[in-house]
């Protein structure tokens, strides 16, 4: 008897220990898989996060309750715990958990809906998972996973650089004409008060007493309309340039220039038929011909061949009743231009002086005076420019700017195809096609942008650009290549559209911090980094600097 209890009593230790053996949970969670989560952005502005964890069969025993604990691990150390998922054995009471056979392979699938939030371009997603046996009481809280978030970001988009001509090699020069009747050429007291050479004269007499005001040179020239004859014309013409010679030179003593000019610095001619180019194109554009638009246009694109310019413009006076009794008299004149040294003016005497005097502003001044406007005063500016010096090409790339800037983006376009027909140096072509460039990039023609480069014979300036495009192009790797020479505010928008944000943080430190674009893109940066406060800091900077970024932001 006592032999068969202690048989009993053995065999209820075995199954005890057996329970047990069966009961206790693993060590860790080497054998659970981790599915990739996948990151959605919804439309509401919410991002799905969910993944799924596959638990081989047997590997917990009946009585386990398992729990997945996952959470936003943000770049600042912040942690925005989500909610668990737990399910359990059916071996486990008093739960409302549900329940999964463990004796078979267990995929469990989670799901949740979290806010939007910059900080996430550089969170992490931490998983822990927390296993409990009812039993035994015990327990297993280990990380399970983690994942980099990826959510789709927002891309920023460059800074537009288009392209600014700063200096020009035109000068300024006092232009004025006085106009003779039909055969006539002397200098009568009513023609020397005609209106546009009494304004010549009337800015030589402000700017006589200037120290810094020197005539370098004078040209005058005499001009026949082409109606008559070249018997008659040519010596009519030369009449014509030698009294407008003399008148000149008395004006000047009567207006109070006191300073030498050399014989040398005059130079007197006379034509017969069109004259100048330059001349004829400025008085078609001052004239009151209904179409002088049109006209002026149709000249401008014969700028390079005055033969033919000249051609059409006799047939037009020929064909054109309006055009010949408007052109014809404006072909009778002599005309005068004063070349003198570069006057030093601040902005604002541009300003005035652009309104009342535009003639004796070098387009030099016009540049650095729109610098300092708003692009529709600059717009103004560089049109009233054009209209005296239609063959300066730094005016045409100048004026497209600002209508870029202003996104007058087909005006811009017609503004750089004038500049064509004038631009007869390469380099000038090169600053057209650049801009040609920014415009596509901004209307996202990213073709005709590539094609507009390659035509570019300076590849170096085309390398910037290039990289550019790139951003545009979603191509940051590409871009952060191109740029990398340059390290500016573009080089810094590659690197954060790559996420690279502490890269892009470090060149943006050591950029203008008084650039409101700059002060933005600082403030994306930090918002990336979850460092909220400093994200809205730089942005409200940048707002200040440049309310119109606040549409960005929305």
């Keep these: 008897m006592k032999k068969i209890l202690n048989i009993l009593l053995l065999g209820a230790v075995s199954l005890i220990a057996i329970s047990c053996a069966t009961t206790r949970i693993p060590a860790d969670y080497s054998g659970i898989v981790c599915g990739e989560p996948v990151f959605d952005v919804q439309q509401n502005g919410t991002v799905k996060v969910s993944f799924c964890v596959e638990v081989p069969a047997g590997y917990f025993e009946k009585r386990i309750t398992f729990s997945i604990m996952p959470s936003i691990l943000y770049a600042n150390g912040d942690v925005r715990e989500l909610p668990y998922y737990t399910v359990q054995g059916y071996g486990v009471i008093d739960t409302n958990y549900p329940v999964v056979d463990w004796s078979v392979q267990q995929i469990l699938c989670y799901s949740t809906t979290i806010p939007y939030h910059d900080g996430l371009a550089t969170a992490t997603l931490q998983t822990k998972a927390w296993a409990y046996n009812c039993l035994s009481k015990e327990e297993l809280c280990l990380p399970l996973c983690n994942w980099t978030v990826a959510v789709p970001l927002t891309p920023v988009l460059p800074i537009y650089m288009a392209h600014i001509a700063s200096e020009s090699d035109a000068r300024a020069a006092l232009r004025g004409k006085i106009y003779f009747p039909v055969n006539g050429y002397t200098v009568t007291r009513t023609i020397a008060t005609q209106p546009e050479i009494t304004r010549v004269l009337n800015s030589l007499r402000q700017l006589a007493s200037r120290e810094d005001f020197r005539i370098t040179r004078i040209d005058v020239e005499g001009n026949a309309s082409p109606e008559g004859t070249s018997r008659i014309n040519d010596p009519l013409a030369k009449k014509r340039a030698d009294n407008t010679r003399n008148f000149f030179a008395q004006a000047l003593k009567d207006q109070g220039y006191t300073k030498d000019i050399p014989a040398s610095a005059w130079t007197v001619t006379s034509t017969s038929g069109m004259g100048f180019w330059n001349e004829f194109y400025t008085a078609m554009k001052e004239s009151n011909i209904s179409n002088k638009d049109q006209l002026a246009e149709q000249f401008l694109r014969l700028a390079s061949n005055p033969a033919e310019a000249e051609r059409q413009i006799r047939a037009e006076i020929a064909s054109n009743a309006e055009v010949k009794n408007v052109m014809l008299p404006l072909l009778r004149y002599g005309s005068v231009a004063v070349n003198f040294e570069p006057i030093q003016l601040t902005a604002d005497e541009i300003r005035v002086i652009a309104d009342n005097q535009p003639e004796y502003l070098t387009p030099n001044d016009i540049i650095q005076a729109s610098m300092e406007m708003e692009p529709d005063q600059a717009i103004t500016l560089y049109k009233r420019a054009l209209e005296r010096y239609p063959d300066a090409v730094e005016l045409y790339i100048n004026l497209a700017y600002n209508q870029i800037q202003k996104n007058n983006l087909d005006a811009a376009r017609q503004t750089l195809a004038d500049g064509m027909l004038v631009a007869d ?65 573009n080089y810094a928008i590659a690197l954060l559209n790559k996420n690279k944000v502490k890269d892009a943080l470090n060149v943006l430190q050591g950029l203008d911090q008084n650039c409101a674009y700059t002060l933005y893109v600082t403030g994306i940066a930090y918002g990336r980094l979850n460092e909220n406060a400093k994200a809205e800091e730089y942005k409200a900077k940048a707002f200040r600097l440049d309310p119109s970024l606040r549409y960005l932001d929305n």
């Design 425 to 489: 140096q390469q380099e000038e072509k090169d600053m057209i096609e650049l801009q040609r460039a920014c415009i596509a990039i901004k209307q996202a023609q990213y073709n005709e942008a590539a094609s507009a480069l390659n035509a570019i014979s300076d590849k170096e300036v085309t390398r910037y650009y290039r990289g550019v495009l790139a951003i545009y192009q979603n191509e940051n790797d590409k871009a952060i290549d191109l740029l990398s020479r340059s390290k500016d505010i």
